[in-house]
Structure formats: structure tokens, C-alpha cells
């Protein structure tokens, strides 16, 4: 099974990616979590991707196309995977489609996650993870069961993203609008868009979705 996720920033995608992850027996591909791993290596590219990312602006789309092509050839993207934040603009888009069928693969479902603007920057302003586990929270809408504690692993310790913060979050969301939303329209076109209301809670948007997937 292979998946692409796509919708703003804040509508679900990381969420709805682990859960998928653990129901479906495939891989979360973040380019995201990839980017922040590489920031936190020190790598020249985590340097250059830094400023970008702090600016709430978007990754050159030829790093972007490097570092997945190259991920999707790793063992564990065998059995599926979920892209979550990438394909991100119309090149990125048009690079995966010659991407897949070099590798001589196929993407099942094209998925967009729809939510409301106001909802976004509520969404990302209150979200936090686990340090040591990675599990996501929000300050309102999905809090750990005991306060202060990871429902998955029991870690203390919980962190915010850099780019999380209202001023930064104007900046993606108009990257979004000006760059990533003609890529709706590109798999519209294709005719394999799906579209789940994201503004539903998150186990109802678990639901459509594995409707969607079967
Ligand atoms: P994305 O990966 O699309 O940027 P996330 O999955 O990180 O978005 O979700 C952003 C924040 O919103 C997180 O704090 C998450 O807990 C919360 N969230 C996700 N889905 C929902 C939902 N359906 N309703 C309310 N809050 C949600
Ligand atoms: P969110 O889903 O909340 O927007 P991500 O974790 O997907 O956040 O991305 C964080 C930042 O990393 C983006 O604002 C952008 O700077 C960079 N980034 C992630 N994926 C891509 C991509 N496919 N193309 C360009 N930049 C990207
Ligand atoms: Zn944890």
C-alpha cells in the first residue's frame, strides 16, 4: 500500500500517518521529520534547510527530490508507505510521477486532508511531542490521558517545533496557498483525488480514511 497524504500544515498528516503506520504495517515518509533529523545532524544541508524552515518558507524542491528518491529505495519502504508533506509543489509533484515509474512503482490512493484556515493555526500554535518517543499532542484538542505523561511510552520530557509559533506559521501558510495547493488541483485533474474532512475528530478521520484505503 502506498499512500500520499497531502492538506496544510496542521490538518493531520503526521497524526494520521502513525496511526496508519501501525494498521497498516507501512512506513510514515515524513519529509518533515527528515528535514529536522538532518538539521539536528549539523549537515550543510540541515544548515541551509534551517534558515528556510525558520522562515516558514519551502525547501529547494531539488533537495527535496534527492532525499526521497533515495529513502523509497531503503528495505523498509517495501511493503508500503505513507508521503506525508511531500509531494509539496507542482515540480515535486511531476518529479515523483517519473520518480515511481523509474522504480516501477504505483501510488494507490492520493488523499487530502481539508481543514479550516482558523483551525490550522489553532492546530499548530498548542502542538507538542514526546522527546523521547515522538508521540504527538495538542494542548486542547489531544492531551495525554495522565497530564504530563506520554501515553505511549511514559516519557516527561516533551518539546515544540522551532516553526511552531504564530508568525512563522503565517509564512507557511501562505507557502501552502501560493505553492502546495496547485498540486490538489494537479491530482484532481489525474483524477485520483480523495478528500477526508479533517475537521471531524481524529478518530473520525482515521475512519474515513481506512474507508478510503479499504
Ligand atoms: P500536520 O502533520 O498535517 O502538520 P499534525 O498531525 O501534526 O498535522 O496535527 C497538528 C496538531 O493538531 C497536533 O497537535 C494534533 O494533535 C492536532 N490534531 C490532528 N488532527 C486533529 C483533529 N482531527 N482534531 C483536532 N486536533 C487534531
Ligand atoms: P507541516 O506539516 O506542519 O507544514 P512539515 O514537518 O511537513 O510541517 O514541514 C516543516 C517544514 O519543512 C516546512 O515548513 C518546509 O520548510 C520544510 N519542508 C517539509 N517538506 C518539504 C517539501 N516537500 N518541500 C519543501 N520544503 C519542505
Ligand atoms: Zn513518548
Known sequence: MKLILLGPPGAGKGTQSKRLEE?????????????RGEVASGSENGKKAKEVMDAGGLVSDEVIIEMISDRIDHDDCKAGF?????????????AL?????????????????EVDKEAMVRRITGRY???????GYHEDFQKPASAGVCDKCG????????????????????????????????????????RVDGMA????????LKEIIG
Open 129 to 135: 511531542t514526546c522527546s523521547a518517543c515522538g508521540a
Open 82 to 94: 505513507i508521503l506525508d508533506g511531500f509531494p509539496r509543489t507542482v515540480p515535486q509533484a511531476e
Open 201 to 208: 475528530e481524529i478518530n473520525q478521520v482515521t475512519a474515513s
Open 23 to 35: 494498521a497498516l504495517g507501512i512506513i510514515q515518509l515524513s519529509t518533515g521529520d527528515m528535514l
Open 97 to 113: 510521477d517519473s520518480m515511481l515509474s523509474e522504480k516501477s512503482l504505483r501510488i494507490d490512493d492520493v488523499i487530502t486532508i
Open 155 to 194: 516519557g516527561t520530557d516533551f518539546s515544540r517545533r522551532a516553526d511552531d509559533n504564530e508568525e512563522t506559521v503565517r509564512n507557511r501558510l501562505t507557502a501552502y496557498e501560493e505553492l502546495t495547493a496547485p498540486i490538489i488541483n494537479y491530482y484532481d485533474d489525474a483524477g485520483v483525488l480523495k
